[in-house]
């Protein structure tokens, strides 16, 4: 069975992009051992503990995120940019003396308030996953546009999105 590790780049309690990937999840069905990952702990990333003292979180993390076949990044948009937290969380992924990230399969998608989706912050996370030197699933991107108007009450409710995300699931999951 393939293991798919998530992160959302979203600490909110009723986050769109957790949304999003429980929605990948629940189409993924149990075929896949599937987790979403939570960064919520993830303390201020310090040069000075990456190797020695890094936070027990931190290698548990990156122990499921060494046997994924596939991880699923999902952000908003903060500022054009990706948020903080996800940005530390990848600070920490990526240092020390096993960089977790390398030539692993990666999908990124993004779910926003706005009309564009999180266009701009997928194109930063682009950046800094291909620093990481990840490989990147070959996918049409996926951007989920007035997250705000389409998820009530934790339910996506726009079958148009809905058969977006089937599609781009049905993609990545047949590249690893």
């Known amino acids: 069975m393939k293991n798919i590790v998530a992160i959302s780049g979203s600490l909110r309690k009723n986050s769109y992009n957790t949304q999003v990937l429980n929605e990948i999840k629940k189409i993924a069905g149990n075929d896949y051992n599937f987790e979403i990952l939570d960064i919520s702990k993830i303390p ?8 020695n003292n890094r936070p027990e979180i931190i290698d548990r993390l990156l122990n499921k995120i060494d046997k994924a076949d596939l991880i699923i990044i999902s952000t908003p948009e903060y500022n054009y940019s990706i948020p903080g937290v996800l940005k530390n969380a990848l600070d920490w992924f990526s ?3 096993i960089p977790a990230f390398i030539n692993k399969k990666v999908a990124i998608t993004s779910s926003s308030i706005s ?6 912050a997928q194109s930063h996370l682009r950046e800094v996953l291909f620093a990481m030197e990840v490989d990147f699933i ?3 991107e996926l951007f989920v546009s007035n997250s705000n108007e389409i998820f009530r009450d934790n339910k996506l409710t726009d ?3 809905l058969k977006r995300i089937r ?3 049905q993609n990545i999951l047949e590249q690893i």
């Open 44 to 51: 201020i990333f310090n040069q000075d503990d990456e190797n």
């Open 95 to 97: 240092r020390g003396n």
């Open 159 to 161: 079958e148009k999105t």
């Open 115 to 120: 009309s564009f989706g999180g266009i701009r």
């Open 167 to 169: 599609k781009f699931t």
């Open 138 to 140: 070959n996918s049409k």
